[in-house]
């Protein structure tokens, strides 16, 4: 609803907002409205599965979305050191580290970084098939690797969306921060001009 509401995209009917993290989750707005789905779970897309043979994932599969490009994955592909005095709690210093990395143009760094957007292209191939959104908008993680993510991710959309020109979907960068903040701003003023809510 952020992005929907104030984000460069203010006023699309058709988007999807990708939060990156530990897991993937997507916001999407439909025909202007938040699709929630039957019960509420929809945007569950961490757990697509997109490649078989691919990293164990916490769900108990192999190769879903998140087990190839969450945070965790990013930061165990790119910085193998990071886990050696144990799990990682605190992901933001080995993010901030990552983008130190790729601003010096580190060749290991960014490669990888070019070979997580190639796998978040083809993720976001799946969700522009099934929703043909206006735009799909990558916050957290997503967005602070953006530079690098983002050349790789759009080729890999452009090839894998049956639509031609990847049916008119763009592939953004959010410039809120924090939008999911924000979003539940937006979500609770909502529900008061709608009176679902007192105002107080």
Known sequence: MAEQRHGAY?????LVHLTGGITIGAGIIAAGRPLRGGRG?????????????GPACACGTRGCLSALVGLPAVVRRLLPDAEVDGQVVDYLPELERIVALARQDDPTVCSGLAETGR????????????????AVVLGDHFAALAPWLLPAA???LAARVHAPGAGGCRLEASTLDPAAALGGATAALAAVEAGRLPAR
């Open 10 to 14: 203010a006023g699309t009917t058709d």
């Open 41 to 53: 779970f929809a945007g569950e897309v961490g757990h697509l599965p997109l490649d078989p043979s």
């Open 119 to 134: 796998h978040l292209g083809r993720g976001v191939a799946v969700l522009v098939d099934l929703l043909n959104p206006e």
């Open 154 to 156: 759009r080729s890999e």
